[in-house]
């Protein structure tokens, strides 16, 4: 069966560092969405990809980048990890243009001391 | 930009119904979501509304009125399992913006 999987499932690391986020999906999809989830906050979008090279900023994207070199994988990089990034990540997937509705992964939780 | 309410908290009784409202001001809009999310899981999809009216999928239902910025997710014969946040969210060209999320606590 298709699905998204995201890597590790909890992380803890300390500030500055770098830390990257595995998002895989086997859906075929073109569309691939990075958000973070945070109390009272709800999910916030941080970077999306509409195929493979395409990558765009979202509303919290500072701090953070992807890269699309295929149709699977969207990675998350916190540059230099800072306390304020300590929150619960969640990836996503939609097909094309005509798609509906956003498939989410299980989520990372990320805790930066 | 997007702007989107829903309350904060909800309790009901097992076996009653609950009305969860949705308001949104938008800069684009190419449909209304409800996801459903358990403690410490991923959101799950419930129901999409692109045009105007009700959706009926089961116990769950969705309404939407483009011209008023207005939805809602109605839940019948409320279970146990349905204790769970409920998330509202604007599609604008294929990206969501979600609301914070309402926590609904059903009760035995």
């Excluded at chain 1, 970077?47 to 992807?66: A, R």
């Excluded at chain 2, 459903?36 to 009926?56: C, I, K, M, R, W």
Aim: hydrophobic letters at 30%; a negative charge.
């Amino acid at each position: 069966d298709a699905e998204i999987t995201q890597s590790p499932r909890h992380k803890i690391t300390e500030t500055g560092r770098q830390v990257t986020l595995a998002c895989h999906q086997t859906w075929n999809h073109n569309n691939m969405f990075w958000y973070r989830q945070d109390l009272g906050h709800g999910l916030r979008l941080i970077h999306y990809s509409y195929g493979v090279q395409d990558t765009n900023k979202g509303e919290v994207s500072d701090g953070y980048s992807v890269s699309r070199s295929n149709t699977e994988d969207l990675p998350l990089t916190l540059e230099s990890a800072a306390s304020s990034q300590t929150s619960v990540y969640f990836c996503a997937s939609s097909a094309g243009r005509g798609g509906n509705e956003q498939f989410f992964g299980p989520g990372t939780r990320l805790t930066v001391l | 930009g997007q702007n989107i309410d829903q309350p904060t908290e909800m309790t009901a009784t097992e076996g009653a119904i609950v009305q969860i409202n949705c308001t949104y001001q938008t800069s684009g809009f190419n449909g209304l979501f409800w996801y459903q999310q358990h403690a410490g899981e991923a959101p799950t999809f419930l129901s999409y509304n692109v045009l105007d009216g009700l959706e009926e999928k089961g116990r769950f239902s969705s309404f939407l009125s483009r011209s008023k910025g207005y939805s809602y997710l109605l839940l019948k014969e409320l279970q146990m399992k349905d204790s769970a946040s409920y998330l509202c969210a604007v599609r604008s060209d294929y990206k969501l913006s979600f609301g914070a999320g309402t926590t609904v606590t059903v009760r035995a």
